[in-house]
């Protein structure tokens, strides 16, 4: 599951919307949502819509925090002090966005079937070149 979390994040381009692709968040659980069976991402989705209004305000502050990353980037001159400090608050943001978000992964994922969750991470693992866990 925690995997599966932080590809939602990866690269810290979450929620980071851009003028040719839906934000980053969008599209992972989307895909995560194809590639379940119909009743499961039902039952996903409904988790995941349920929560928005928790997460959305902290999910709002992580992109803006990794806006201000990218500004003090390109900054001219470069002020090496801006781009320490735009880390620090998209740390913080990332925190707080984890810790809510968080939970609403770990209960959208609990409404999933056994074999809904065993396709997820096996499709997981091939992409990401994994072997696969053992059956317990």
């Known amino acids: 599951m925690l995997n599966l979390f932080l590809i939602a994040y990866v690269g810290g381009q979450a929620l980071r919307p851009s003028e040719y692709r839906r934000p980053m968040l969008t599209t992972v659980l989307s895909e995560i949502e194809a590639r379940l069976p119909a009743d499961d991402a039902i039952r996903f989705r409904t988790v995941i819509e349920r929560d928005a209004p928790r997460y959305r305000a902290a999910a709002s502050e992580l992109a803006n925090a990794r806006q201000n990353i990218d500004t003090a980037i390109i900054a001219e001159p470069f002020d090496p002090e801006a781009l320490r400090e735009a880390i620090t608050v998209w740390r913080q943001d990332w925190s707080r966005f984890t810790g809510t978000f968080g939970a609403t992964i770990v209960d959208a994922l609990g409404q999933i079937s056994p074999k809904g969750r065993r396709a997820l991470?096996?499709?997981?693992?091939?992409?990401?070149?994994?072997?696969?866990?053992?059956?317990?």
């Open 121 to 136: 991470v096996s499709v997981m693992q091939r992409e990401r070149h994994i072997p696969p866990v053992p059956p317990r």
